[in-house]
């Protein structure tokens, strides 16, 4: 079994490290990352430049690979031929949560996209974490509920062009009310356009606005981390 991890916040980022150290209790992993943060990029292949792609190590020692293309790349770049065959791709794990509209944004999600495109077995993980978090994020359930869910997929396999996207609340193991299939829900974005001045006088924009929130309703992604369940949406 030959499993792919990759993520769309950077090679470095310890939410990839700890989903790895998870999923490598399964069998052969394989982890090939971007070479920095590709956040709410989508779903983008590059096709106007070379790809470069070196070698690298995580920061507890093992080997990865890493690439100057988007997350997408990172996936398609194995599973064309780059690497040992792949069975799975799992993609996280985010530090925030990807539900409703978000997925069209993640990076995280539209690796595993790619890879049910490219016709292997793809599930992006990410972690409900709280508003204003200070300091390191804790990845250890998510690390965990990733690798329980990848276990379930190997024994049962996945419809073909199914994409699992898994969200788990910022809870202890312990503390989760327990898994549930869900919807995709609704996203409320308050975005706004920040309008400024360079030293030269000519203007440029931000695009940011206040945090987004969610409606909850019942059986969707949004309302199961609200009751503390783990949401995981085909």
């Known amino acids: 079994m030959h499993i792919l991890v990759t ?13 790895a ?16 943060n590709w956040s709410a990029s989508g779903h983008v292949k590059t096709l106007e430049r070379p790809l470069r792609v070196r070698e ?5 020692g093992t080997p990865a690979f890493t ?6 790349d990172c996936v398609a770049l194995p ?17 925030h949560a990807n539900i409703s509209h978000d997925v069209t944004y ?23 974490s709280p508003d204003g978090h200070k300091g390191l994020l804790d990845y250890s359930t998510a690390a965990i509920v990733g690798r329980r869910v990848v276990e ?8 073909e062009g199914v994409v699992l996207n898994v969200n788990v609340p910022y809870l202890k193991e312990e503390e ?26 000519k203007p440029y924009y931000w695009i940011g606005g206040d945090l987004p929130t969610g409606v909850d309703e019942p059986g969707t992604d949004f309302g199961a981390l609200r009751a503390g369940y783990v949401s995981i949406t085909p």
């Open 67 to 72: 690439s100057d293309g988007a997350p997408s």
């Open 21 to 36: 150290q998870e999923i490598r209790k399964l069998g052969k992993v394989t982890v090939f990352a971007p070479d920095k």
């Open 79 to 95: 599973l064309l031929g780059l690497t040992d065959p792949v069975d799975l791709v799992v993609s996280g794990i985010n530090p």
């Open 7 to 19: 993520n769309d916040d950077g090679v470095t980022a310890p939410g990839l490290l700890a989903l």
């Open 152 to 159: 379930q997929v190997l024994a049962d396999g996945l419809p």
């Open 106 to 128: 993640s990076g995280t999600v539209t690796a595993a996209m790619e890879a049910v495109i490219t016709g292997v077995r793809g599930i992006a993980v990410s972690l409900d």
């Open 56 to 60: 690298t190590t995580l920061a507890d």
């Open 176 to 201: 989760l009310k327990g898994y549930m299939i869900t919807r995709q829900g609704l996203r409320v974005y308050r975005d706004k356009l920040d309008s400024r001045l360079d030293p030269r006088g």
